[in-house]
């Protein structure tokens, strides 16, 4: 295929890991999710309790900079004090460089299309949904109650952008970071998938 | 194909209106840009060269009633006075929902995608390029002087953004308001054409 990395960025209830999962399966190349999380944690000998723990907390810590007036341009920082969630987020960036430099991969998440924006080969995606769609998702199929529902894709999405404007410093979900952005409630996953291998192959 | 009214928003520069042109050609449907302005002329007396003036100084409009106070939201706007812009977006709108009954076809521009954003078979897609790719495209193609190339582009983005702000209240170029966006600095026009008929046809 003409793309050999191919990153997955989605709102949260869009399917985006989903449809990241179809296109890895599809095209027999290797997926990385929480998997990278795992592999940073055995480089770091941090346990992965702590990381997981951080790395959710990673959006609250940059709120809680802007709200004491001690926010950063993270690009920008080369302070010795490094937070947890900053140096999760180093070491989530070497994993992905890493795992770039090993071959064919779906990567979902974790900034990667930014951390990977000047790599050869790849190709960089964003998936986001209808709130009616990512509604039904949740509740359907995460198991979220429906009456939390609506605030807790909020609450995720406010986080992950928090989070990507944090450390990249791009607004999250602008169609000029993205090679391709689609809609999986227009086109459901499993034709968002198809679009995506017929993409990397035209 | 699966959608049959394809609107296509871009850059300037981003080569947007050939790739729809592409699209239209290969599919064997019809292709409509400066088209509906002419058909706009016909159905409202007036001449084609006073509607190509307004249709250019519509965001200018905008900006001028900022600038003055005199601002309102264009979707709440029931008063009787309408500036021979906002004439001109009604006929158009009006001008679009026709051709659109009509039968498949592509169509650039003109806030298309939101005029027919509730329409059955409808694909709405914008085309956006690096800065590198669209200075290349307008001096080499629009002929556009170079020191002047990139002062140009953000003059047109800019009365584009603000144009379809004033007529959609909403902001251009978000992933979440278009069912595709495609990066045709990346992809390049004739690969973008290509994804768009895979996507039509699966």
Same mark, same amino acid.
Request: aromatic content about 10%; hydrophobic content about 35%; charged content about 30%.
């Given at each position: 295929?003409?793309?050999?990395?191919?990153?997955? @960025?989605?709102?949260?209830? =869009?399917?985006?890991?989903?449809?990241?999962? +179809? &296109? *890895? #399966?599809?095209?027999?190349? !290797?997926?990385?999710?929480?998997?990278?999380?795992?592999? !940073?944690? +055995?480089?770091?000998?941090?346990?992965?309790?702590?990381?997981?723990?951080?790395?959710?907390?990673? =959006?609250?810590?940059?709120?809680? @900079?802007?709200?004491?007036?001690?926010? $950063?341009?993270?690009?920008? $920082?080369?302070?010795?004090?490094?937070?947890?969630?900053?140096?999760?987020?180093?070491? #989530?960036?070497?994993?992905?460089?890493?795992?770039?430099?090993?071959?064919? /991969?779906?990567? &979902?998440?974790? /900034?990667?299309?930014?951390?990977?924006?000047?790599?050869?080969? @790849?190709?960089?995606?964003?998936?986001?949904?209808?709130?009616?769609?990512?509604?039904?998702?949740?509740?359907?199929? $995460?198991?979220?109650?429906? @009456?939390?529902?609506?605030?807790?894709?909020?609450?995720?999405?406010?986080?992950? *952008?928090?989070?990507?404007?944090?450390?990249?410093? %791009?607004?999250?979900? #602008?169609?000029?970071?993205?090679?391709?952005?689609?809609?999986?409630?227009?086109?459901?996953?499993? %034709? /968002?998938?198809?679009?995506?291998?017929?993409? &990397?192959?035209?």
């Amino acid at each position: 295929m003409s793309q050999k990395i191919i990153t997955i @960025s989605r709102e949260y209830g =869009s399917g985006g890991r989903l449809i990241g999962q +179809r &296109v *890895a #399966q599809k095209l027999g190349v !290797a997926f990385y999710d929480k998997e990278l999380i795992r592999m !940073a944690a +055995r480089e770091s000998g941090y346990s992965l309790d702590f990381i997981e723990e951080n790395e959710e907390l990673s =959006s609250g810590s940059f709120l809680y @900079s802007l709200a004491t007036g001690g926010a $950063y341009p993270f690009q920008n $920082y080369t302070g010795d004090h490094m937070s947890p969630q900053d140096k999760l987020y180093i070491l #989530q960036n070497k994993v992905i460089k890493d795992i770039a430099q090993r071959g064919p /991969c779906v990567i &979902v998440g974790r /900034c990667a299309d930014y951390i990977l924006k000047e790599w050869k080969d @790849s190709v960089h995606i964003f998936i986001h949904g209808s709130k009616e769609s990512k509604l039904k998702r949740v509740i359907d199929e $995460y198991g979220i109650d429906p @009456s939390d529902a609506e605030k807790e894709i909020r609450r995720k999405d406010k986080r992950r *952008a928090a989070h990507y404007k944090h450390y990249t410093d %791009r607004e999250w979900g #602008q169609a000029g970071y993205y090679h391709m952005t689609l809609d999986s409630g227009f086109f459901g996953v499993e %034709r /968002c998938a198809e679009i995506i291998i017929q993409t &990397v192959k035209i």
